[in-house]
């Protein structure tokens, strides 16, 4: 059974920084590729940011400048830095792994960016 663990969530106020981790229970190179979705309060998901096997990465308009995913192989996790936060921001953030065949996700971290 794989499991994705997020962490690193939080109150920020406007304008700071949170890291989020993801934490898989087997190699991440496992993954097709690996990648962060929130959902807003009344919104649907959407996705944040991904990162490919090979190290590709894509993010969300929204998000570019300001978020930058990374994996690191050794520790099996994946992680989301997020600068210069607006309340925009606010939500639940997910990891999301796919294997090609499979699609997992773990339980969620709540993000709030309010002063």
């Known amino acids: 059974q794989v499991q994705l663990v997020e962490s690193g969530g939080g109150l920020v106020q406007p304008g700071g920084s949170l890291r989020l981790s993801c934490a898989a229970s087997?190699?991440?190179?496992?993954?097709?590729?690996m990648g962060w979705y929130r959902q807003a309060p009344g919104k649907q998901r959407e996705l944040v940011a991904t990162i490919s096997r090979g190290g590709m990465t894509h993010s969300t308009d929204s998000v570019k400048g300001r978020f930058t995913i990374s994996g690191d192989n050794a520790k099996n996790t994946v992680s989301l830095q997020m600068n210069s936060l607006k309340p925009e921001d606010t939500a639940v953030y997910y990891c999301n792994a796919f294997t090609g065949a499979y699609e997992y996700w773990g339980p969620g971290t709540q993000v709030t960016v309010s002063s």
């Open positions: 087997i190699s991440i190179d496992s993954f097709y590729a």
